[in-house]
């Protein structure tokens, strides 16, 4: 598959950001070369499927997409589109008002059950909402390591694939559930995981593939509160400061802990498709200069000095 390097993220596409600032987003990274869309059914309360398949429209062939079975979007989710819609404007001014909607219970996806029809019945309904035939990678959305391997949802997954509703399958989830997907005999040929800075886990999926298996990562910003972390590093250490400055990271600590982050993503995933979510302009601006930047290897060891840790593999977010 060829894409660009640099994907979007649709997760809070008609949620946090309204359908006309999602489909304007969309058109202006379409523009600037960016390829690779990654949606969900649960994506925006539901409406991210809808509105990229809007976006899609005459522009199909020249794009990547990812859409994923396993959760759905969040119990009481017509009142959440109310509130989302009333807290729209308010999301970017009032601190910490994102915070508290996403940590809220009534926000967070559910599990579906992942049984042969209900994998059926996803795609079905992803197709017709995304208005496409077919997408590039039908993920597994969060799955147990179980499902990885469950007779039933790998023949369903065969028959997909065989009808040509998918042209390649993936997991998307915890690093677990990914090592699990790249052993020998399975059909998964992407994986899609949280590549939290302080783990090797770019590394160990590689090492464990039984197979050539492409890698897609995401959550550079989210991950572990890595951004938040490096900016509160650098604004308290000047000494850190000064060292990203004489390696080229200056601006500022949120400019310099952004760039060196991105680096780091594309350096580690460097044939791979790096997934971010820049709805705001000047985020897309950002990611793409860094994008088109030649690689950085040594972004991966100056992020692991400055925020790495000893930490066992984490539960990724969804
Ligand atoms: N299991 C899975 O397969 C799975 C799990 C999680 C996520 N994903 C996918 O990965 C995508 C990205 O994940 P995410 O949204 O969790 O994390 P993210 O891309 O790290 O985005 C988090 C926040 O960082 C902001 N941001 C983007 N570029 C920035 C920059 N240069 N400087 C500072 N902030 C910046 C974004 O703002 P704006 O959007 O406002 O510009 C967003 O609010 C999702 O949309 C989804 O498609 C997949």
């Known amino acids: 598959m060829e894409s660009s390097v640099l994907g979007f993220g649709c997760a809070s596409l008609g949620s946090r950001i309204s359908r006309k600032t999602g489909l304007r987003s969309l058109e202006q990274a379409y523009e600037a070369g960016v390829t690779w869309y990654d949606v969900a059914p649960p994506y925006g309360a539901g409406e991210a499927e809808p509105i990229l398949g809007e976006f899609l429209k005459g522009r199909r062939d020249r794009v990547r997409i990812c859409t994923k079975v396993g959760l759905t979007p969040p119990e009481r989710n017509g009142v959440m589109r109310l ?13 910490g008002l994102r915070q508290r909607f996403r940590s809220m219970p009534s926000t967070r996806y559910q599990k579906a059950a992942l049984d042969a029809g209900t ?15 077919h997408v590039d990678v039908f993920a597994l959305h969060d799955p147990a390591e179980a499902d990885v391997v469950s007779d039933e949802i790998l023949r369903v997954l065969e028959t997909i694939l065989s009808s040509g509703k998918a042209r390649h399958l993936s997991v998307g989830g915890t690093l677990a559930a990914c090592r699990a997907a790249v052993g020998p005999n399975l059909p998964f040929g992407v994986v899609q995981f949280a590549d939290d800075p302080r783990l090797s886990a ?6 464990a593939a039984a197979r ?11 991950v572990a509160g890595a951004h938040e972390r490096l900016v509160a590093r650098l604004r308290s250490e000047p000494a850190a400061a000064r060292r ?6 200056g601006g500022g600590a949120e400019t310099a802990a952004a760039a060196l982050l991105l680096d780091r993503a594309f350096a580690s995933n460097a044939s791979g498709v790096v997934l971010a979510s820049m709805f705001s302009e000047r985020n897309l601006r950002f990611n793409l200069d860094r994008a088109s930047r030649p690689p950085a290897p040594a972004s991966i ?7 790495g840790g000893d930490v066992s593999d984490t539960s990724l977010p969804a």
């Open 83 to 95: 509130a989302y819609a009333v807290a729209r404007p308010l999301v970017g001014h009032i601190k």
């Open 202 to 207: 770019l590394a160990e999926i590689q090492a």
């Open 212 to 222: 050539p298996v492409a890698t897609i990562t995401h959550s550079v910003f989210g």
């Open 301 to 307: 060891g100056l992020v692991r000095d400055l925020i």
């Open 244 to 249: 990203l400055e004489a390696a080229g990271y």
């Open 119 to 133: 994998i059926m019945a996803s795609i079905d309904r992803s197709l017709s909402r995304l208005k496409t035939d």
